[in-house]
């Protein structure tokens, strides 16, 4: 093995250490002193990082402050979990050690979407990016942005899984004869029934109607025959004795009371007036009765 070949493998055994060392710490309790190589430093990790279509997975992120360059109360985390479905609200803890405030940001997911699902079977999926802003305290503001690593999901069905025959359902599939409070054939015989009393209860109302304006019509004819010849006889009776015009002023007022009740009570005073109906008051009302009561 070549000089280049062992510093590639050495490299990268740093690198991953130094990751797990950061992840580690993120979840201690009693982190051990540790001094941050930047004002803010990001770092983002699975656990597991292979999981199955459907199983847990916490998406953990942990930043590291300075707090003698930066102002930890003032920062800001955008670490999206999509396509992962969250499961809970993100926990947040945080850690002093010396001037090193450590923030921890932990939020349980699960895959079941569509965009979990490989047709190979195993899926690398990639998230966005996490980024970080803070205040510093020169009157700055620090970035900080790291990509999350991959998420291997294993998919639950095989190829061979779905190569057998079409599978045999347990029960019948076939839907179950509908069933009715009333049978149809009924219920349009009912209806038809009905809408044949609707309308012989319409043709019976409308007969009704007609026989009884017919009867009104007669009524005001006759009415109005009988009020023109009690006129004449009241016009007759002028020049008869006080008992006749007593009596053509009765039949006046009985057959005005339905047409004009103040000409009826003119007309009764007056056939009652004493001693004697008077010949002009009468031939006044006559007059009267003729211009304003249609006959």
């Known amino acids: 093995m070549g000089a280049l070949t062992r510093l590639g493998l050495a490299a990268v055994v740093v690198a991953a250490a130094a990751v797990a060392a950061v992840l580690l710490l993120g979840r201690s309790e009693s982190p051990p002193g540790i001094a941050a190589t930047a004002p803010l430093v990001v770092r983002a990790g699975f656990e597991p990082t292979t999981v199955a279509f459907g199983d847990r997975v916490v998406a953990r992120v942990v930043v590291l402050l300075d707090r003698t360059a930066v102002r930890p109360s003032t920062l800001k985390l955008a670490a999206g979990v999509a396509p992962l479905t969250q499961l809970a609200a993100p926990r947040t803890t945080r850690t002093t050690r010396g001037s090193l405030s450590i923030v921890t940001y932990e939020v349980p997911a699960v895959c ?8 190979a079977g195993d899926l690398a999926l990639r998230l966005r990016g996490v980024t970080a802003t803070v ?8 970035h900080a942005a790291v990509a999350w690593p991959v998420l291997h999901v294993h998919g639950r069905v095989n190829a061979s899984d779905l190569a057998g025959a079409r599978p045999h359902f347990r029960g019948d599939t076939t839907p179950a004869a509908p069933s009715y409070r009333i049978a149809p054939s ?21 007969a009704s109607e007609a026989r009884r304006l017919a009867r009104r019509r007669r009524g005001h004819a006759a009415a109005g025959g009988e009020l023109e010849r009690a006129l ?13 015009r007593r009596r053509a002023l009765g039949l006046l007022a009985r057959l005005l009371d339905h047409r004009d009740a103040r000409l009826a009570a003119e007309a009764s005073g007056l056939a009652w007036a004493k001693p004697q109906p008077e010949l002009e008051a009468m031939s006044g009302l006559v007059a009267e009765i003729e211009h304003e009561v249609p006959s």
Do not use: I, Q
């Open 135 to 142: 205040a510093t305290r020169s009157g700055g503001v620090a």
């Open 112 to 119: 079941v979407t569509d965009g979990c699902v490989a047709p």
């Open 232 to 244: 004449r006889l009241a016009r007759e009776a002028e020049s008869r004795t006080p008992p006749d």
């Open 186 to 206: 009924t219920l349009a015989a009912l209806l038809d029934a009905l809408a044949v009393l609707l309308v012989l209860g319409g043709v019976a109302l409308a």
